[in-house]
C-alpha cells in the first residue's frame, strides 16, 4: 500500500463510499474514510488508473474487482474464545435454554464476519464440550465472511502460536494437533463447521438453504 496519497476528489470518494455501502452496508466514521482513501490510493495505483473516478468505472465494468475491494475494508482481527464472558454465556445458558425451546433436537448458530475461522471453532469446541452431540443433538454451525482468503485460511484450520496464546492448556491438548510450528484443528471439529463466501448486506446470497430461517444464535461482534 503507497505511504503517499494521490490527490483525491472528496466527491468522488464520497461517491466510491456509498458504491461500497450498497454493496457491503459497510459505513464510515472519520477512521473508516481514511482507510477507504488509503486502499482506493493503492488500487489506483496497482491498477494504473487515472484517480478516483477512474477506479469507480472500473469497478462498474469489472465485478471481480469487488473480491480485491471489499476484503482490504474490513476487520480481520479475530482470537480464539474473544470476549471470554460471551463464549461462558453460551456453555452455561444459552445452549441449554434453546435446547428446552427446540422441539426438534436440531440447533443452528451462525458466525457471521468469521474472519480466518476463530470464532466458529472456539462455538464448535463449546459445543463439542457441552455434551450435546453425545445426546443426539444436531448442532449446524455456519460460518461467513466476505473475504475468501479467510474463508481459504478458516477451512485450512492452521493456526500459530500467536493465534492460539488465548487457548488453555487443556484445550489445546484435546482439540489441537502440532504439525510443525502451527496447530491445526482436529478434524473431528473442523468438521463441525460450515464455511461460506458470504455477504451480509445481500440477503439472496444466503448460501445456507436448508437452515433458511432455523437459525437459533448469530454471533455477529467482529461486524458490529
Known amino acids: 500500500m503507497s505511504n503517499h496519497l494521490l490527490p483525491m476528489d472528496p466527491a468522488q470518494l464520497e461517491s466510491l463510499g456509498a458504491m461500497v455501502t450498497a454493496r457491503s452496508g459497510l459505513a464510515w466514521g472519520p477512521r473508516g474514510r481514511r482507510l477507504l482513501g488509503h486502499v482506493a490510493d493503492s488500487r489506483v495505483q496497482s491498477l494504473a488508473l487515472s484517480g478516483v473516478s477512474g477506479y469507480i468505472a472500473h469497478l462498474r465494468r469489472d465485478e471481480s474487482e469487488w473480491r480485491q475491494l471489499l476484503p482490504r475494508l474490513t476487520d480481520g482481527s479475530t482470537s480464539f474464545f474473544r470476549n471470554a464472558t460471551q463464549f461462558d454465556a453460551l456453555s452455561q445458558v444459552l445452549l441449554d435454554d434453546l ?35 453425545n445426546k443426539g443433538w444436531q448442532v449446524d454451525i455456519l460460518a461467513g465472511d466476505i473475504d475468501p482468503e479467510a474463508i481459504d485460511t478458516a477451512r485450512n484450520a492452521f493456526y500459530s502460536a500467536s493465534d492460539v496464546e488465548g487457548v488453555s492448556a487443556d484445550r489445546l491438548q484435546r482439540w489441537f494437533r502440532r504439525r510443525g510450528n502451527r496447530w491445526q484443528l482436529r478434524e473431528e471439529i473442523r468438521d463441525m463447521v460450515r464455511w461460506s463466501e458470504f455477504n451480509l448486506a445481500d440477503r439472496e446470497s444466503w448460501p445456507w438453504a436448508d437452515c433458511w430461517g432455523q437459525v437459533d444464535a448469530v454471533l455477529i461482534r467482529h461486524v458490529l
Open 99 to 133: 435446547t428446552l425451546r427446540r422441539e426438534e433436537r436440531r440447533l443452528t448458530l451462525v458466525s457471521a464476519g468469521c474472519g480466518s475461522g476463530q470464532e466458529p471453532f472456539s462455538l464448535a469446541i463449546a459445543v463439542k464440550e457441552s455434551g450435546l452431540l
